[in-house]
């Protein structure tokens, strides 16, 4: 049976809580500094909750997952550097940083790694079903890969290694993706709310450009007034936005569409029109 312990039961911390526990074989313990909530009680028994670390706590625990903000890793390296850490595996989730950030932990014989799952976590103790096709980014020592490829493959996720470099290109791409589309969806409402029309008859629309972009290049998913040249159509959108005292969206309006006409991979017509058009004011 292997054990492990998570330290710090936010979002990821306690939805990797979940998904361990799961799996049979393993013993899932949690420690948070902000202590045992109601929530948590929910789905964590207080037996899998450690108010503190300990010789002993430390000693049992084979796997060790730091589930912690970016900034407050370097807290749980330091909270961990006085035990006995040989041949322990010890990752930290960050989607950014690598497992380098845990080289004083990998001075005292742990093997390192960083485990990040590219998925979205909006609530605590997510449902185990959140993991299934979710890919796991891992980064790190290959005797600790081993081990959590296994893990992961049970949950349902897909696993795959990646360098330092990767690992920042593939979180970078996930937060322009995922993130900073909420944006985008959220310009869609504000427009529709002012003029009282509902956000669910985008829903087919965004289902299908999502299935374009699973089998093609986004070059090549592109359509609608821009990819067709169609310069009246873009000045009226234009107008209507501020008209309609959308300045924030006409902005971002111009903004994106300059983006992609700036890109020669896009296959649009009268493209130095269109560009004249963005310019004016």
């Known amino acids: 049976m292997k054990n492990i ?12 809580y979940r ?11 949690v420690y948070d500094t902000a202590g045992l909530n109601k929530q948590n009680k929910t789905f964590l028994p207080k037996k899998d909750f450690y108010f503190n ?85 891992f980064e790190g020592s290959a005797q600790a890969a081993s081990v959590m490829e296994v893990l992961c493959i049970k949950a349902g996720a897909r696993f795959i290694r990646v360098n330092a470099e990767q690992k920042k290109a593939l979180h970078l791409a996930a937060v322009f993706a995922a993130n900073y589309s909420a944006a985008l969806f959220a310009a869609s409402e504000n427009i529709l709310n002012k003029n009282k029309l509902d956000k669910r008859v985008l829903f087919p629309l965004i289902r299908k ?15 609608g007034p821009l990819q067709r040249g169609d310069s009246e159509t873009i000045a009226t959108h234009l107008e209507f936005l501020l008209e309609n005292n959308l300045q924030a969206e006409e902005k971002l309006y111009r903004e994106l569409a300059d983006y992609i006409l700036s890109d020669s991979g896009f296959e649009i017509e009268d493209r130095d029109i269109l560009k004249k058009i963005l310019v004016q004011k």
């Open 209 to 223: 450009i999502q299935q374009n972009f699973e089998h093609n290049p986004a070059h090549k998913i592109l359509s």
């Open 5 to 16: 312990l998570i330290i710090g039961c936010g979002r990821l911390g306690s939805a990797l």
């Open 53 to 137: 670390l300990n010789r002993e706590n430390i000693r049992q625990s084979e796997i060790l997952i730091i589930s912690v903000p970016d900034d407050h890793i370097s807290d749980a390296v330091n909270a961990l550097l006085p035990f006995d850490l040989t041949e322990k595996i010890i990752l930290h989730t960050s989607g950014l940083l690598s497992s380098k950030k845990l080289r004083l932990l990998e001075e005292k014989g742990a093997l390192t790694a960083s485990l990040h799952p590219l998925q979205t976590f909006s609530n605590r103790f997510s449902d185990t079903d959140i993991w299934k096709e979710t890919w796991c980014t």
């Open 19 to 29: 998904m361990l526990k799961a799996q049979a074989g393993l013993q899932v313990k």
